[in-house]
């Protein structure tokens, strides 16, 4: 009687966990039509009946200012997400419909100088966040006070021969003194420990480099125009030499990184440039000739005035800079205007801008003064798309109109610089 007992509650127990059970019970009374109502009902309202508000969106979304149809796309694409949307990458690089590129985060050293402060203006213009490092040794807060309230904009008082961590994606590394002649010391510093500092922050955070160059890393040339081919002929002992030899350092540090370390790098000779904001006594040849007529002094010519030049304005050299950064070529890359001048010429389109009466003064040659400089930009054409548009004639009388605003609404006395045609 017991082991029938025991027999009948084990059968019991086997139909009441049947497998069947659970379907059974899912079958009964529209269970699973209930089911799905459930699962539908909220996905409807999360993804039709409330779409997502405007002022939601706005906050969802940060801004990023249109970017020209001219503007190369940046390397480092990220993507924006739509009112609608969902997240997508394009690996191929060309922006899905309802996407846009996020802006760069830049770092400019020697942003407050002559050059630094205009490339800060377009980055900016063009929507990118912008850190510039600048220890003002030449570069002025005033070429940078129109950006000081905007929220993308950042500024720090830093001397580049010290260690520095920020997170960019992009280094532009300006910051030297503009003449050889100013600083033998901090130029050297500053070419040598100042690009290896930007390196290592490069390469810790994995940012792309850019390095300023010259085109006194040919010195006195035996070439003429000269290509990026060319070693030069540089006196590695001379007066001239800490800014010679210092900028051909720092192309040697760049390349080691590059290739020791796969570091992206790129590298502009750059030939002389002028524009407003450059420093009215910084010892190159344009601005002492501007700032001397605009003061009825003599224009100093040194040597016999044969020297050749080359002169390429600003905004010309800017635009070079910033399609050799977004391109994908190393380089170097020569940046300069290949239309030649000697120092005569020059000083004679000076007269012409300024006062036709304005004098000029022969004086002893500098040592190691470069007889010749011209660009060979031929590689700039062919893999940048870059040529200068604005010439000497066009450029010269905007840089007048700065210079004659500074001099006489702030007039000071001005130090003694020794002349470089750099």
């Not at 690089?93 to 846009?100: A, D, F, Q």
């Not at 910051?175 to 500053?190: G, M, Q, V």
């Not at 450059?278 to 005035?305: H, I, W």
């Not at 030649?340 to 003064?369: C, G, H, S, W, Y």
Request: hydrophobic share 35%; net charge neutral; with cysteine.
């Amino acid at each position: 009687m017991g082991e029938e007992t025991v027999r009948i509650k084990q059968e019991t127990n086997a139909k009441r966990f049947s497998i069947m059970d659970p379907i059974r019970y899912m079958l009964r009374e529209q269970r699973i039509f209930c089911l799905v109502i459930g699962i539908a009902i909220p996905a409807l309202l999360f993804n039709v009946v409330i779409p997502l508000s405007p002022s939601l969106q706005a906050e969802q979304i940060p801004d990023s200012p249109h970017i020209a149809d001219s503007t190369p796309i940046p390397r480092r694409i990220a993507y924006e997400v739509h009112a609608k949307g969902s997240y997508n990458i394009n690996i191929g690089g060309k922006i899905p419909l309802g996407l846009k590129p996020k802006s760069q985060r830049v770092l400019v050293t020697g942003g407050a100088g002559f050059v630094g402060s205009h490339l800060v203006d377009r980055l900016m213009a063009r929507g990118d966040s912008v850190i510039v490092v600048d220890n003002f040794f030449t570069g002025r807060k005033e070429n940078l006070f129109h950006h000081l309230r905007n929220p993308k904009f950042e500024l720090i008082r830093h001397d580049v021969v010290e260690p520095l961590l920020v997170e960019v994606d992009q280094i532009y590394h300006l910051a030297c003194p503009a003449s050889p002649i100013l600083n033998e010391i901090r130029d050297h510093k500053t070419n040598v420990v100042g690009t290896l500092n930007m390196l290592g922050l490069a390469k810790r955070i994995n940012a792309r480099f850019l390095l300023t160059s010259t085109s006194e890393v040919y010195g006195d040339p035996l070439e003429h125009p000269q290509v990026e081919t060319y070693w030069g002929n540089v006196n590695p002992i001379g007066v001239r030499s800490c800014y010679d030899e210092g900028k051909r350092v720092a192309e040697t540090l760049t390349m080691d990184y590059h290739r020791g370390l796969n570091i992206e790098v790129r590298i502009a000779r750059i030939f002389n440039t002028y524009g407003p904001r450059m420093c009215l006594d910084d010892g190159r040849v344009v601005s002492n000739f501007v700032a001397q007529a605009l003061r009825k002094e003599p224009m100093t010519v040194y040597g016999d005035g044969r020297q050749t030049r080359s002169f390429q304005y600003v905004s010309d050299l800017v635009e070079g800079l910033m399609r050799l950064m977004e391109g994908e070529y190393v380089g170097p890359f020569n940046l300069g205007n290949p239309g030649e001048f000697t120092m005569l010429e020059l000083a004679r389109v000076v007269q012409d801008t300024i006062d036709p009466n304005a004098k000029i003064e022969f004086r002893p040659n500098t040592e190691d003064d470069p007889h010749k400089r011209k660009p060979d930009i031929s590689k700039a054409k062919e893999l940048l798309g870059w040529k200068p548009s604005v010439s000497l004639r066009e450029g010269l009388p905007l840089m007048v109109s700065d210079f004659r605003q500074r001099l006489f609404g702030d007039q000071k006395d001005s130090t003694t610089t020794i002349f470089s045609y750099v």
